[in-house]
């Protein structure tokens, strides 16, 4: 890879790797399955994010497998194409949280977005292959217990733990924190959702938006809401 090393390239390869996971982030598997297969704009149903969880309950379940699988691998590509050019796994790990930050926010959507599990464990899957591991089996968890948004959070802060003992890269810690941070920022953003006016509610829904990923408290009501409850709602 020497003819890719130099004064020229030592920041225009990572910056173009980020922009490339950004642009590959921002291409939405969930919205085109659901216009394509259910005549359905998505955004106008349950949650309105764009992910596999929104296709499942209101397009069909065999079409997750798809949307997933898209999800995980343009978080993977960008991050691995970093380590095949010997960006080191810093740039690996910006380039994937890049893809996560552009499912979240997209730029062909008008910034409306996912939230941005699938692409998380894309980045994982080409950092620290064991973080897709762990954080399947806590969400999991969550799921069995009835609720996983925030086990979510429970997979990333320990999984520096899980690094540290058996000897990942020095990227894991701050790409878990990093995806905190997103994650917080896109339940509380909540695809521009109106918050209730200052209030009681207000600081009820904000909660639920943190630890819960939704403005609800009942998850089903939430993710199975149809447009015309939302505009009433």
């Known amino acids: 890879m020497s003819a890719l090393s130099g004064p ?4 225009l390869i990572p910056a173009l790797l980020i922009l490339l996971g950004y642009l590959l982030g921002s291409l939405l598997s969930a919205y085109w399955i659901g216009q394509w297969v259910g005549g359905k704009d998505l955004r106008d149903y349950g949650s309105g994010a764009l992910g596999g969880s929104m296709v499942y309950e209101h397009v069909g379940r065999r079409w997750v497998v798809p949307v997933v699988v898209f999800d995980v691998l343009k978080a993977t590509v960008p991050a691995a194409l970093a380590l095949w050019l010997d960006q080191g796994y810093g740039v690996a790990a910006a380039a ?20 941005g599990m699938g692409t998380f464990a894309g980045v994982w899957l080409a950092v620290y292959w064991p973080g897709v591991l762990w954080m399947i089996g806590w969400i999991g968890l969550g799921w069995r217990l009835g609720d996983s948004a925030p086990w979510l959070f429970v997979s990333l802060i320990t999984l520096p733990i899980l690094s540290w003992l058996t000897g ?3 990227a894991v810690a701050p790409l878990a924190g990093a995806m905190i941070l997103v994650t917080l920022l896109k339940r509380l953003e909540a695809n521009r959702r109106p918050l209730p006016p200052p209030g009681p509610q207000r600081r009820r829904v904000i909660l639920l938006r943190l630890l819960l990923d939704r403005d609800l408290a009942a998850h089903n009501e939430w993710i199975r809401q149809q447009p015309d409850e939302k505009r009433e709602g």
């Open 168 to 170: 990942g890269p020095d």
């Open 96 to 115: 994937g949280l890049a893809a996560a930050v552009g499912h979240n926010w997209s730029i062909w959507h008008r910034f409306h977005g996912g939230r």
């Open 8 to 11: 020229n390239t030592r920041y």
